[in-house]
């Protein structure tokens, strides 16, 4: 929903009825992971996807539908074994789409509070009924510092409220199910939690030509970007306008007493060893997701050494990812970026870095 903020404040100023359509469960192979939203006007106007063009004219009419009727509906696209359910998704995977009609006023006040409050970057989950003894498209809204809204039953609302925080927790969103009162291990109520964690950050070390195409790169994965360097002439706001932040600080010192959780990517473009050793010593102590040094294979070697003297582990020095990125032929700045933010993404969901053309199996890969 992130990608849709604008377009859904939008609407809601101007007092656009419209409606959303989310993919809420995957099963096999599909573009989209459960979260992807799609949202249609009542002019008939169309922002984001659900599956990149398969099913996207169907759900058109099923929002269309939901506004007329002002009641949520649930379609499945894709095939199952022989039998065909409704528009076929090429890729062969089947998704469920929960589409919800915001028809009214009130409705659309709820959720305009829910996009300021992920637009504001705080952590908040939203359980939604799917399918089931619950009313479907019943809410409820986890935040912080407290909960909102009711699936129409206390026990099924304590269960949900319990597992919506540890997803949120994870950063993970994902389909749960529930006995009519919330009881474990039963299938009578389908929730869907998405959690809107804040954006993963990138923290990216050294102010160079390098550092600035990466920095951009981190911007449009959706990453919260912070540029770090110890010289003031080079770690300026102007040399890095799409950085969330620019700091002027020892690398090492700034890693040391700023927050690293295990979403979190590090990508230090020094290669220079009075700042790479402390820095990389400092990285390798944290639970930080990935951890890229640039530099030649040589200077690779003499890094990890002098590491290995600052009493690294093998186990440790296993997570550097250097040289950083994959092996693309990059050659300026910018093919740089994009190497290392395709062994982010490798990273991230397990991917060979192979091309897919001389693979068989699943394409899209799943945490």
Same mark, same amino acid.
């Given at each position: 929903?992130?990608?849709?903020?604008?377009?859904?404040?939008?609407?809601?100023?101007?007092?656009?009825?419209?409606?959303?359509?989310? !993919?809420?469960?995957?099963?096999?192979?599909?573009?989209?992971?459960?979260?992807?939203?799609?949202?249609?006007?009542?002019?008939?106007?169309?922002?984001?996807?659900?599956?990149?063009?398969?099913?996207e004219s169907d759900v058109y009419e099923a929002a269309a539908e939901a506004?007329?009727?002002?009641?949520?509906?649930?379609?499945?696209?894709?095939?199952?074994?022989?039998?065909?359910?409704?528009?076929?998704?090429? *890729?062969?995977?089947?998704?469920?789409?929960?589409?919800?009609?915001?028809?009214?006023?009130?409705?659309?006040?709820?959720?305009?509070?829910?996009?300021?409050?992920?637009?504001?970057?705080?952590?908040?989950?939203?359980?939604?009924?799917?399918?089931?003894?619950?009313?479907?498209g019943a809410r409820r809204t986890v935040l912080a510092g407290g909960v909102?809204?009711?699936?129409?039953?206390?026990?099924?609302?304590?269960a949900v409220t319990d597992d919506a925080r540890g997803l949120l927790a994870?950063?993970?969103?994902?389909?749960?199910?529930?006995?009519?009162?919330?009881?474990?291990?039963?299938?009578?109520?389908?929730?869907?939690?998405?959690?809107?964690?804040?954006?993963?950050?990138?923290?990216?070390?050294?102010?160079?030509?390098?550092?600035?195409?990466?920095?951009?790169?981190?911007?449009?994965?959706?990453?919260?970007?912070?540029? *770090?360097?110890?010289?003031?002439?080079?770690?300026?706001?102007?040399?890095?306008?799409?950085?969330?932040?620019?700091? *002027?600080?020892?690398?090492?010192?700034?890693?040391?007493?700023?927050?690293?959780?295990?979403?979190?990517?590090?990508? !230090?473009?020094?290669?220079?060893?009075?700042?790479?050793?402390?820095?990389?010593?400092?990285?390798?102590?944290?639970?930080?997701?990935?951890?890229?040094?640039?530099?030649?294979?040589?200077?690779?070697?003499?890094?990890?050494?002098?590491?290995?003297?600052?009493?690294?582990?093998?186990?440790?020095?296993?997570?550097?990812?250097?040289?950083?990125?994959?092996?693309?032929?990059?050659?300026?700045?910018?093919?740089?970026?994009?190497?290392?933010?395709?062994?982010?993404?490798?990273?991230?969901?397990?991917?060979?870095?192979?091309?897919?053309?001389?693979?068989?199996?699943?394409?899209?890969?799943?945490?």
């Amino acid at each position: 929903m992130r990608e849709l903020l604008s377009e859904l404040r939008a609407w809601h100023d101007a007092g656009t009825p419209f409606a959303l359509a989310t !993919v809420v469960a995957v099963r096999g192979s599909a573009p989209r992971a459960p979260g992807a939203v799609m949202a249609v006007a009542a002019d008939g106007t169309v922002a984001g996807s659900v599956s990149g063009g398969c099913v996207e004219s169907d759900v058109y009419e099923a929002a269309a539908e939901a506004l007329a009727t002002g009641e949520p509906l649930l379609r499945t696209y894709g095939i199952s074994g022989d039998e065909a359910l409704g528009v076929g998704l090429t *890729c062969g995977g089947t998704i469920d789409v929960l589409v919800q009609p915001y028809a009214t006023a009130d409705g659309r006040d709820r959720l305009r509070e829910l996009v300021d409050t992920i637009a504001r970057g705080e952590p908040v989950a939203v359980a939604t009924v799917v399918c089931g003894t619950a009313p479907a498209g019943a809410r409820r809204t986890v935040l912080a510092g407290g909960v909102t809204g009711s699936l129409g039953d206390g026990g099924l609302d304590a269960a949900v409220t319990d597992d919506a925080r540890g997803l949120l927790a994870q950063g993970a969103t994902g389909t749960q199910r529930y006995g009519a009162h919330g009881e474990r291990r039963m299938q009578d109520v389908t929730v869907f939690v998405q959690a809107f964690a804040p954006a993963p950050r990138m923290l990216v070390f050294g102010a160079i030509d390098h550092a600035a195409a990466t920095a951009r790169i981190g911007s449009f994965l959706g990453y919260r970007v912070t540029v *770090c360097d110890a010289r003031p002439a080079f770690a300026t706001r102007e040399r890095f306008p799409t950085a969330d932040e620019v700091v *002027c600080a020892w690398p090492h010192t700034y890693l040391e007493s700023t927050a690293v959780d295990a979403r979190t990517v590090i990508c !230090v473009l020094t290669h220079d060893p009075k700042f790479d050793v402390p820095l990389l010593t400092a990285a390798l102590r944290t639970p930080a997701a990935y951890i890229g040094a640039m530099g030649s294979r040589r200077t690779h070697r003499d890094r990890i050494e002098r590491l290995r003297e600052t009493g690294a582990d093998e186990a440790a020095l296993a997570r550097l990812a250097s040289p950083v990125g994959l092996d693309l032929g990059a050659r300026t700045p910018e093919e740089t970026a994009v190497s290392i933010a395709a062994e982010i993404i490798q990273h991230r969901w397990g991917g060979t870095g192979r091309p897919l053309g001389e693979l068989t199996g699943t394409i899209h890969h799943r945490p």
